[in-house]
């Protein structure tokens, strides 16, 4: 595959999720970054969020998205820095120019597509936003969109509050989403010769996951049919956690000959019955299903009946902490890795698919504009015109 360049101006995690698959491709992304404001600290503001883990600008919550990236620093105010935008991406070859801003934003920045990619026509072009450009001014935060988008709704304990997802998921999947309209774009150009703009609404992508819950409104669905369900499947019975003697467990049955491979073991041989033999006769006694499995397993270890279940080819596992996942065996050797300044080696999440080639040792996340000097030299500029840029603040 060829190794492409990405220009990136991105902040918090939505875009930098999605750079960092491509630099896992080996591909080079450099960041881009405002020049300090005076008002607040520089840069991306996930610089400074979480524990200190090499110096004050790459605390712990920054450095994962940001491996294997290089980090400059433009005054987009300044019309200096746009025409020094545009000549980076003319002398770099830029490929694919990122952003994660608000639309309303883009053309006093000079990033939007119409410029950049007068600039260069083969440029793709792909920018986050909450909403798409129809609405520019809405500022694109998870938790938000979670809330806006229903998963709120569904997530959580039907006799509780509506509840976050553990993880920010709807930045993830915007993320995922200009991975994969790049790659679109590149197949297309491809064929073409000529780049193109993708735009990622965090809300419509995550409502294109709504996939099992919104169609059912016009089926004349059932009011629990669309709102949390909490451990259970909203169908598939039964389908939830289970305590055992030393720990719960989680168990999905996904069709009758499931269920009746789970009631020919002897130990859960009465909760069968006739009316359950069916997932629709399930449904109907599902809380009493629930009761009956729960009254046999608080008797067993997790281990006796997880092995009980693994016989029985029946979809179960304990719950683990984020600790016992990096540990399991599927997982441990597709980990990636950066190492720390100090020497350190940090172990970090999979790739999401196994790719050849791919990197799976990283560098450490970039300080703050640390590549600015070198990035603007390869770009052409000599050492009177680099330091005049920073004498101006249009570089940092």
């Not at 999720?17 to 896992?24: G, K, S, V, W």
């Not at 503001?45 to 450095?63: C, E, Q, W």
């Not at 410029?115 to 986050?128: D, F, S």
């Not at 560098?363 to 015109?385: H, I, M, W």
């Amino acid at each position: 595959m060829k190794r492409r360049t990405v220009l990136s101006m991105e902040q918090a995690l939505s875009m930098p999720y999605a750079t960092l698959r491509f630099a896992q491709l080996g591909w080079r992304v450099i960041r881009v970054e405002a020049t300090p404001s005076g008002q607040g600290l520089p840069g991306d503001p996930n610089r400074y969020i979480g524990s200190r883990i090499a110096d004050d600008d790459r605390r712990s919550y920054f450095v994962a998205p940001n491996v294997g990236k290089e980090a400059i620093a433009l005054n987009l105010k300044d019309a200096r820095g746009h025409q020094l935008l545009q000549r980076l991406i003319r002398e770099l070859d830029v490929d694919v120019f990122c952003c994660n801003t608000v639309p309303a934003r883009y053309q006093s920045l000079g990033i939007d597509p119409a410029t950049l990619r007068a600039v260069k026509p083969e440029l793709i072009w792909a920018g986050i936003s909450a909403m798409g450009p129809r609405y520019p001014e809405a500022p694109g935060y998870d938790p938000v969109i979670q809330a806006m988008s229903g998963y709120m709704e569904v997530t959580g304990d039907p006799k509780g509050p509506p509840m976050l997802a553990g993880i920010p998921i709807i930045d993830l999947k915007a993320g995922d989403e200009v991975y994969a309209g790049v790659m679109q774009a590149l197949l297309e150009r491809y064929e073409t010769g000529v780049g193109k703009e993708i735009h990622v609404s965090m809300l419509q992508a995550a409502a294109s996951w709504l996939i099992t819950v919104l169609p059912l409104i016009d089926y004349g669905c059932q009011p629990n049919e669309i709102t949390r369900a909490g451990n259970e499947h909203r169908k598939f019975i039964p389908t939830n956690v289970y305590p055992t003697s030393d720990g719960f467990i989680f168990l999905a049955i996904g069709s009758d000959v499931q269920w009746r491979r789970f009631t020919a073991i002897p130990k859960f041989a009465r909760v069968g019955n006739e009316v359950r033999q069916t997932n629709e006769g399930r449904h109907v006694q599902r809380e009493a299903i629930h009761a009956d499995i729960a009254q046999v397993s608080r008797h067993h270890l997790a281990a006796e009946i997880l092995e009980d279940l693994r016989a029985a080819t029946i979809p179960a596992t304990r719950i683990h902490d984020i600790r016992q996942v990096r540990e399991l065996e599927a997982l441990s050797d597709r980990l990636t890795h950066t190492t720390l300044p100090d020497g350190r080696k940090v172990s970090m999440q999979p790739m999401a698919v196994d790719i050849d080639g791919a990197q799976g040792n990283l560098a450490f996340a970039p300080k703050y504009g640390q590549d600015t000097r070198s990035v603007l030299a390869e770009a052409g500029l000599v050492n009177d015109e680099v330091q005049a840029l920073y004498s101006a603040g249009v570089v940092a």
